[in-house]
């Protein structure tokens, strides 16, 4: 096995959806009460049940413990993101792998309408059955710092429809941040960053 | 909003519940041409004819095959579901004109749930490092879903040569999400792609791990 | 807006009732018709979207509710009012929908203080009194949430909802009040969540 450093935790190639690589420690923490803990252990049998990733529930768990917050919120919160977890999955379609749901159902809180995700599927699949992850990465990190959401999709879905790879994707995301955090509008400097990208691979033997 | 205790509150939520809904454009143009292409009724259509009320309209309800898988926990789901379900079939058998909600009962209590596919999992993990500027911090740990978000799990240390914190870590192939405490407080990777959903107050970053090619 | 049909000058659809305006579709004219969608599409899109909870469902189910009322309208009596009698498929198709969305959406119900209070708007998010409402709407039982939108937001009366919903009238009154007992609890826990 080759081992690689990756600088400043970006992936550099493509993803794939390793199923059921069980990164996450599937326990309920004892700091909830015993009433949470069961209405958690059924919410998230519930969505195990329906074949949706359940790591992403347990991870949501252990981040709400650790920031103390309210039991309330903390099933409010898992709660939400099995529902998120569920429509990402209903529009990507059953052959999507848990990172890619995962990242649909993040860019659904993001704001983004299932119809989108659907789109971007159709967007890619007549090239290739690519995860849509970095995609969806790449629109939800765009729309949490002031990009509207439908803007974000679609520039990434003219992207994804000339079959830009996922590296380019991250470096445009990178770009476009740097030319908010300048002082650029979102409208310019998606504008600006699509056609760069475009026009680079038009160039591309 | 009022005082919920008063009729008033029942006032102002209808009023706003009541509030006009725009009909969309498109949304008329497109029925209107349903409307042209299909047959015109007449006084004299036979009482006869029945709907069958699924995938009439173009609606086709997805059918899927799936294998039944059950977990331990997974009668009491569906057990969940059904009861949850109450009330929805409490529904149908009211409305139902003519004979088939027993079917529909039988078949929504059978719709089978998927378990998650038994693929085998990926044990191969990369090895990801994080770097933090945080010149005047004296601790720095990672926190995020590989570690169970624990506080004391990944301390980073700084590296003598750039002056960054840093720390190496090995993590399976996929998504994760994660944060810096930083002197005790939480702060996103300045660097890295955001989380969009900020439950419990802030936003988390994210990292992808290829897996590794062999 | 008026709607005049064009081979006979001075004739106005838009003051006929529904009845005469169902009378005129089935001697033929569509126009007719497209008068009975614009009097009644808001109508049905607004408690479409309250039933279902989102916009997309509701257009949808209210697009089907219309061509079946224009394909079964043969089948309408004068002696309701053609609301209702629209009404009553309409809520039909949300019911089927409803159940049809549960099948495959997988909703995640566990007791009801856990919906109630996952209902309520989170601390520190910013929510509008409308997206506020929506899940104040949501949190209550299918068969409360549409008498309450029946009764209170598009004013049917007792008789009418019945009629509409195959439901009698003292059960219908029973499950708007448990409604609207709900929806206080619902709308004073969030308040307190608030502060």
């Known amino acids: 096995m080759i081992v690689r450093l990756l600088a400043l935790a970006f992936a550099a190639a493509s993803i794939t959806a390793a199923a059921g690589a069980q990164a996450v420690d599937r326990t309920l923490p004892a700091q909830l009460s015993v009433p949470t803990r069961a209405t958690l252990e059924r919410l998230i049998d519930s969505a195990r049940v329906a074949g949706l990733p359940i790591d992403p529930l347990y991870s949501k768990v252990r981040e709400g413990v650790f920031r103390s917050a309210d039991e309330s919120r903390v099933v409010a919160a898992v709660q939400r993101l099995a529902r998120d977890l569920g429509d990402a999955r209903m529009a990507l379609g059953d052959s999507a792998g848990a990172e890619e749901v995962t990242a649909g159902a993040n860019a659904l809180r993001a704001g983004l309408h299932p119809a989108d995700l659907s789109r971007l599927r159709e967007a890619r699949r007549p090239r290739s059955d690519h995860p849509l992850t970095v995609a969806l990465v790449v629109i939800a990190d765009l729309a949490t710092r002031g990009v509207p959401a439908a803007m974000a999709v679609a520039s990434v879905n003219e992207l994804v429809t000339r079959n830009v790879s996922d590296g380019s994707l991250l470096s445009f995301r990178q770009n476009v941040e740097r030319d908010l955090v300048g002082g650029r509008s979102p409208a310019s400097a998606l504008d600006a960053r699509t056609r760069a990208l475009i026009d680079d691979e038009r160039r591309r033997p | 909003m009022s005082e919920p205790d008063s009729p008033r509150w029942l006032k102002e939520v209808t009023d706003e519940l009541r509030r006009d809904v725009i009909v969309r454009s498109t949304w008329r143009t497109r029925l209107l041409e349903e409307v042209a292409r299909a047959r015109k009724p007449s006084a004299h259509d036979t009482v006869d004819e029945r709907f069958d009320d699924e995938g009439e309209l173009g609606h086709q309800p997805e059918r899927h095959h799936r294998a039944i898988t059950l977990g331990p926990l997974a009668g009491l789901a569906a057990a969940t579901v059904l009861v949850a379900l109450g009330a929805g079939v409490t529904y149908m058998a009211m409305s139902a004109r003519g004979g088939g909600s027993a079917d529909r009962q039988r078949s929504v209590a059978a719709a089978p749930p998927q378990l998650v596919s038994g693929a085998p999992a990926s044990s191969e993990r990369e090895v990801v490092r994080f770097e933090l500027s945080a010149p005047r911090a004296s601790r720095v740990a990672l926190v995020g879903s590989f570690n169970e978000w624990n506080p004391v799990a990944t301390p980073l240390s700084r590296d003598p040569a750039s002056g960054k914190w840093v720390v190496s870590l090995r993590l399976p192939p996929g998504r994760h999400v994660y944060a810096f405490v930083v002197d005790g407080d939480v702060t996103a990777d300045p660097a890295a792609p955001r989380a969009a959903d900020d439950d419990f107050g802030s936003t988390n970053s994210v990292v992808l791990v290829t897996a590794p090619r062999t | ?195």
């Open chain 3, 1 to 195: 807006m008026v709607v005049t049909h064009p081979s006979v000058p001075g004739f106005n659809l838009a003051t006929m009732t529904d009845a005469l305006l169902v009378r005129r579709v089935l001697d033929g004219d569509t126009a007719a018709f497209t008068t009975l969608v614009d009097r009644h599409a808001a109508a049905c899109t607004r408690f479409a979207t309250r039933m279902l909870g989102n916009r997309e469902d509701a257009e949808d189910v209210t697009q089907e509710t219309f061509l079946r009322a224009y394909r079964s309208l043969a089948r309408y009596e004068e002696r309701h009012a053609f609301r209702t009698w629209l009404f009553q498929i309409l809520i039909n198709r949300c019911r089927t929908a409803a159940i049809r969305r549960q099948r495959q959406r997988h909703m995640f119900l566990v007791d009801d203080n856990a919906i109630a209070l996952a209902s309520v708007r989170p601390v520190g998010e910013l929510s509008d009194l409308r997206a506020e409402l929506q899940r104040v709407i949501d949190a209550l039982e299918p068969d409360q949430r549409e008498a309450f939108l029946l009764k209170h937001v598009e004013q049917l009366s007792y008789d009418e909802m019945a009629a509409a919903t195959g439901v009698g009238v003292s059960a219908l009154k029973m499950r708007v009040k448990r409604a609207c007992d709900r929806m206080q609890w619902l709308l004073r826990e969030a308040s307190d969540v608030g502060t």
